[in-house]
Each structure stands twice: as structure tokens, then as C-alpha cells.
């Protein structure tokens, strides 16, 4: 509910017009743990959990986007934000989540957790984030009609290809590839006689080039040799991109989402992010 969460409302507006989408609201509060109370006196204050409950009921009422009402649906619940955002689209046949990130820095987001993180980590269907260190108050609409993908090059890529080709029908716009070799990774090559480094950056260009043929593109391709987030980020920048495509990998197990660059990714990249889950088994 608070400013900058307001601040993704253009992009959601914009997209469910764009559709003729239905969105949910979905505000999930927590009650204070210092309200829990102390052994002798363990209980909630009826009358001030009625009027902090009635308070955040208003606060998801008055919410405002600029759609038609019939098309808005608000739901309130208490608790955990990652379970019930899961559980609601598991449940409720949701076709994207949209949802901002204030980006907190890798030190405090790995204490804390993320909701975006853990979101993007448990949930089967795309997922648009924003990161709110990026919004410009008074910064133009973007028609998201230059595209970043960024790709690696596993067999993960042909779905996140065809994703983002699909996408840039739907926009009418253009796709700009981007993969990373960093170069640190490389390091040992000093001690022989060629350039590990050029030779990787070749033949991840070809095995590129072998997977949009499987995908049907034919997409311009960016090998940036920094890390991966650094490398979208800078290719954001460069072709001034108004939307970043991203795998999310197959790292499902517990805290996989910490091993994957997907988080760093969204809370760098300059724009937008919209994740897309791997393809289901099978």
C-alpha cells in the first residue's frame, strides 16, 4: 500500500488494458508479533485487532487503478505473503503475478528473504517484477516494445525463445538476445597457449545460434563477458530496453532461488522483468 508499490500501477493498467484482463488485488497483512503478548498475557486485544483489521480493509478498498471496477477484485488475508500469493494463483487459474521489489541489498535480502524471490522461486506461471529503486516519478510510459532475453544455453532456452517471440508478436516489438561468459571464470587459461576465454565466447555463440534454429528466431545475439546481471543491465542501458525476459532456471529445491541470477537480475536490470517458468515434465 505504500508509494512506491503504488508506482507499478501504470504497468498493471497498462497490461490489463492491454488484454482485457480481470486483476485481484491481493493485500496480505501481518499482525504485529509484539501483540502476541507475553505468557501471562497472551492474547490480542479484540478491539484493537477489529479496528487494525478494519483498517487495512479500508486502506485495499480505497486502492485505486484506473480500470473498471468490474474487472477488480480485492481480497484480504493475514499471514504469510509468500504462501498466500501462492496459493492464490495455484488456486485461481492466474496467468501472470505482477509485483514490485524494493531491492534490497544481498546481505540483508539473504537474512530477511524476499517475497519476490520466493514467489518467483515456488510459482509456475510468468512472473512481472519491478524493483523500486528504479522508478522515476516523472519518467515516461514505456510501450514495451524493446525486448532483452537474456538466455543461457541449455535446452531451458528454446521455451524462453519462443516466450519471448510470442511476446514481441503480442507488442509489436523487437527482441535483443544477451548471454554472459564471464571472463573470471576463465582465469586459468594464462597458464597455456590459447584463449580459453574467446573460445568460449564462440562456441556459446554457436550453441546460440543452434537453439533458435530449434526455436524458430533469429534474434540479434549480445556475449558480454562481465557477470550475468551486470551484462543485462549494461544491454538494458545500451538499447535504452523497456522490458527484460528471463528463465528461471531449474534450481527447485529448498532456498534454490539463492543459487539461481534471477533475483540479481531484477533488483539491477533498469526496467522491468518478467520471468517465465521452465516447461512442465513430460
Known sequence: MSDHSQQLNPEVEWLASRFGSRVTVLH?????????????????????????????QQRLKDYRLELPEDR????????????HITNWVKNHGVDVIMMGTRG???????????????????IDCPVWTDCMRHFRVDG?????????????TTEEAVPVLRFADTLAREFDGKVHLIHSVPE??????????????????????VAISKLQREAG??????????VIPRAV???????????VIIGRGK??????YLRTNAYQIIRDAPCPVLSCPPPPKG
Not at 233 to 243: F, G, T, Y
Request: glycine content about 4%.
Open 72 to 83: 477488480i477484485q480485492r481480497i484480504i488475508a493475514e499471514g504469510s505473503p509468500v504462501w
Open 233 to 243: 543491465s549494461d544491454i538494458v542501458s545500451e538499447q535504452k530496453a523497456d522490458l
Open 28 to 56: 496480505v497483512f501481518e499482525i504485529p508479533a509484539s501483540w502476541y503478548g507475553t505468557s501471562e498475557a497472551p492474547l490480542i486485544n479484540p478491539d484493537g485487532l477489529q479496528a487494525f483489521v478494519a483498517a487495512e
Open 104 to 122: 534490497l541489498g544481498k546481505f540483508r535480502a539473504l537474512l530477511m528473504g524476499s517475497v519476490a524471490a520466493k514467489v518467483i522461486h515456488d
Open 217 to 226: 528466431t533469429q534474434f540479434p545475439v549480445n556475449i558480454k563477458a562481465s
Open 184 to 205: 573470471a571464470e576463465t582465469r586459468p587459461n594464462k597458464y597455456f597457449d590459447f584463449d580459453l576465454h574467446s573460445y568460449l565466447m564462440e562456441s556459446a555463440r
Open 251 to 256: 534450481i527447485r529445491e529448498s532456498l534454490g
Open 140 to 152: 515516461p510510459q514505456r510501450d514495451y516494445k524493446k525486448l532483452v532475453c537474456a538466455i543461457d
